[in-house]
């Protein structure tokens, strides 16, 4: 079940893993469920990544080279509701 956690799946679905494990004899339909529930968490989280990357790469792109004092990377970072419209 290392390979599991490798996976990147949660430590209470590891535990249901290895129950299902224990009972050859059930369904894999549960197993299935399993990894197609973890499916749609990693499509989340790649969704959300790609939202982070594209908020970092505009706040880059709109660097203008000045002073701290006119940072879009600090104005970005200190004030969330600049990232809102990216996270839509």
Do not use: W, Y
């Not at 203008?64 to 990232?83: N, Q, S, Y």
């Amino acid at each position: 079940m290392r390979h599991s956690r490798e996976l990147g799946f949660s430590l209470d679905a590891i535990r249901g893993l290895i129950d299902l494990a224990q009972h050859p004899e059930r369904t894999c339909a549960d197993a299935d469920r399993f990894a197609a529930d973890h499916s749609r968490d990693v499509e989340a989280k790649i969704e959300q990544l790609t939202r982070l990357k594209r908020e970092l790469e505009r706040m880059i792109d709109h660097c203008a080279g000045g002073t701290v004092g006119t940072c879009r990377a600090i104005e970005t970072l200190a004030d969330h509701t600049l990232c809102e419209g990216a996270n839509a």
